[in-house]
């Protein structure tokens, strides 16, 4: 069995390092989460780190990297709009999916660049992705700072769950 300690860790190249590391936990849900600026322009971003935290009320957490690595225009939406939606990505637009991590400029639409489709459900301001097969609305709730590494930790309660119209309660538990 191979033993890797702290310093053989940090001594590692750092994209092996990230890798490694983000992968160690085993297999993740890759999401995307949709949020729209108080100026009306959507974004998207996919995620691997959302978490259950609870059911009653439904609960819902995701960790978001420190702000001074890339733009965060997810964070700035969440907070002015108080508003976000996770939606599973299915293997049919995996491509698509895996392209919203690109560096875009905050007035273009991850929707529009990477060729993903829009839905909107009543009056709940962000877009949810089309394609997905499992979409949620959420509220924010909270935010922690992690120290350790600046990443902050969002809270956000369920408002909306979207399943297909042929999904029973078994299916999805």
Same mark, same amino acid.
């Given at each position: 069995?191979?033993?890797?300690?702290?310093?053989?860790?940090?001594? #590692? /190249?750092?994209?092996?390092?990230?890798?490694?590391?983000?992968?160690? %936990? *085993? @297999?993740?849900?890759? =999401?995307? $989460?949709?949020?729209?600026?108080?100026?009306?322009?959507?974004?998207?971003?996919?995620?691997?780190?959302?978490?259950?935290?609870?059911?009653?009320?439904?609960?819902?957490?995701?960790?978001?990297?420190?702000? #001074? /690595?890339?733009?965060?225009?997810?964070?700035?939406?969440?907070?002015? %709009? *108080? @508003?976000?939606?996770? =939606?599973? $990505?299915?293997?049919?637009?995996?491509?698509?999916?895996?392209?919203?991590?690109?560096?875009?400029?905050?007035?273009?639409?991850?929707?529009?660049?990477?060729?993903?489709?829009?839905?909107?459900?009543?009056?709940?301001?962000?877009?949810?992705?089309?394609?997905?097969?499992?979409?949620?609305?959420?509220?924010?709730?909270?935010?922690?700072?992690?120290?350790?590494?600046?990443?902050?930790?969002?809270?956000?309660?369920?408002?909306?769950?979207?399943?297909?119209?042929?999904?029973?309660?078994?299916?999805?538990?």
């Amino acid at each position: 069995m191979k033993h890797f300690t702290l310093e053989d860790i940090l001594k #590692q /190249e750092t994209i092996y390092k990230a890798n490694f590391i983000n992968s160690i %936990t *085993g @297999y993740k849900p890759g =999401n995307l $989460i949709g949020t729209q600026s108080s100026d009306g322009i959507t974004n998207l971003a996919i995620f691997s780190s959302i978490v259950h935290l609870g059911a009653n009320p439904p609960l819902l957490g995701f960790v978001l990297r420190p702000a #001074q /690595e890339v733009p965060r225009n997810t964070y700035e939406n969440i907070k002015s %709009t *108080g @508003y976000f939606t996770i =939606n599973h $990505i299915h293997e049919s637009f995996i491509e698509k999916a895996h392209f919203t991590s690109a560096k875009f400029d905050g007035r273009i639409s991850e929707f529009d660049a990477c060729q993903l489709t829009e839905e909107y459900i009543d009056d709940f301001l962000p877009p949810f992705v089309k394609e997905s097969q499992i979409k949620m609305g959420l509220k924010y709730e909270d935010e922690f700072l992690i120290p350790q590494n600046n990443c902050t930790f969002i809270i956000g309660s369920i408002q909306h769950i979207l399943l297909p119209e042929e999904t029973d309660r078994k299916s999805v538990v």
